[in-house]
Nanobody
């Protein structure tokens, strides 16, 4: 079992930055690949970024490439999403997810999910 808890969301103006964190707990948490997803009101949950369990490989959605960076700390149990040059269309609830397979961009492929953190970007 892996438990995930996101933090770091909030309200920011367009062009600003936020860093989201996802703390994973559980005996095998460090062995899982991690992903970030987001879901805006009335829309499906969409892939944002993923990182391998070693931290050595990452993938990004085209919509965030060059603006967002996913990373994980040396313990491999905290994953970050640095979001720069934020746009109003980035407004959504952001979720982190864990799965032993990598890379996975489909939400249904992930086994564990956090509760989400709200990110709101004002214009």
């Amino acid at each position: 079992q892996v438990q995930l808890e996101e933090s770091g969301g909030g309200l920011v103006q367009a062009g600003g930055s936020l860093r989201l964190s996802c703390a994973a707990s559980g005996r095998t948490a460090s062995r899982y690949a991690m992903g970030w997803f987001r879901q805006a009101p009335g829309k499906e949950r969409e892939f944002v970024a993923a990182i391998s369990f070693t931290g050595g490989s990452t993938v990004y959605a085209d919509s965030v490439k060059g603006r967002f960076t996913i990373s994980r700390d040396t313990t491999k149990i905290t994953v970050y999403l640095q979001m720069n040059s934020l746009k109003p269309e980035d407004t959504a609830v952001y979720y982190c997810a864990a799965d032993w397979r990598y890379p996975q961009i489909a939400a249904q492929s992930y086994e564990y999910w956090g509760q989400g953190t709200q990110v709101t970007v004002s214009s």
